[in-house]
């Protein structure tokens, strides 16, 4: 199987190989490859993109409420597309990096908060650094 690692910026390492040998005649060889892919993306990351492409509503956004054992969701909201007037906007987090689904404003601003980049940033951190060893359907 060939998997599509690394498509949206992902860092890839590879930390072992296994190779294994049919017992058959045709003594095929098969390799096992374990990878490390780091699917986050850092506070410093996050603020270069605002950074570089700041416009009105651009910004970093927060749940409005924190739900059972989760910490509060937090997401790097920026301008991607302009479809028939209607401006839409991708969404990224710390623990898993861009998201597919666009968003408009009005759907963000039901569910989530406006936060100074302050704000997020202990939020982000940790988030980002429990991602190396907790699923993110967890968080």
């Known amino acids: 199987m060939v998997a599509d690692l690394g498509k949206n910026g992902e860092k890839i390492t590879k930390r072992r190989l296994e190779t294994f040998q049919s017992e058959y005649e045709d003594k095929t060889i098969c390799e096992l490859h374990e990878v490390l892919v780091e ?42 597309k302009v479809n028939n007037a209607k401006v839409l906007y991708t969404l990224m987090r710390p ?29 982000w951190e940790k988030l980002h650094a429990m991602s190396e060893n907790v699923c993110s359907h967890y968080m």
């Open 39 to 80: 699917r986050g993306v850092s506070f410093e990351q996050a603020m270069a993109k605002l950074s570089a492409t700041q416009r009105p509503h651009e910004g970093f956004y927060a749940d409005k409420v924190v739900h059972s054992h989760q910490t509060r969701k937090v997401v790097l909201v920026s301008e991607v």
């Open 95 to 123: 623990n898993v990096g861009v998201l597919t689904k666009l968003e408009t404003l009005e759907g963000i601003r039901e569910t989530m908060e406006n936060l100074e980049p302050e704000d997020a940033r202990p939020v």
